[in-house]
């Protein structure tokens, strides 16, 4: 996903909004919402730089969490100590810092998208119904 939001300059101008605290776009809006942040995802948006940086990490987070909670807990998962307050302590520190993001678009849409259809054609032709690979023009 990162890939493809990040060709278009209209997924990238989020930064340079926020920085310049312009748009209304404001740190505390990125990711947190409510007085104390417990409105996860309530406005979340798949932006160039937070889909690799904040979503792709905590999804990190969540699957470690529950790795670890397979193998050092007896797949015992105490979701508030293990997964959301790490989590918080991560996008409260993410809010604030000052990544570096490029506002300009990387590479073609079109060339993107052809890349990703040809890595995951085949691994799907088994899930999914025929006619929707009926066409090869894509290559």
Not at 45 to 72: C, N
Not at 73 to 87: A, G
Not at 92 to 109: F, I, K, L, V
């Amino acid at each position: 996903m990162e890939a493809v939001v990040s060709t278009q300059s209209t997924w990238k101008q989020w930064y340079q909004r926020r920085v310049h605290g312009s748009s209304g776009i404001n740190a505390e809006y990125m990711g947190l919402w409510g007085p104390n942040g417990e409105w996860d995802g309530y406005a979340s948006k798949h932006w160039a730089g937070l889909v690799k940086d904040y979503y792709q990490r905590r999804w990190d987070m969540f699957i470690e969490t529950l790795v670890m909670s397979g193998l050092e807990h007896e797949w015992y998962l105490d979701e508030h100590k293990m997964f959301y307050v790490p989590c918080m302590d991560f996008e409260q520190a993410w809010q604030h810092a000052r990544g570096n993001y490029s506002t300009e678009p990387e590479g073609d849409s079109i060339e993107v998208v052809k890349a990703i259809h040809r890595k995951y054609r085949d691994p799907l032709r088994d899930f999914c119904d025929d006619t929707i690979f009926a066409s090869d023009e894509i290559t």
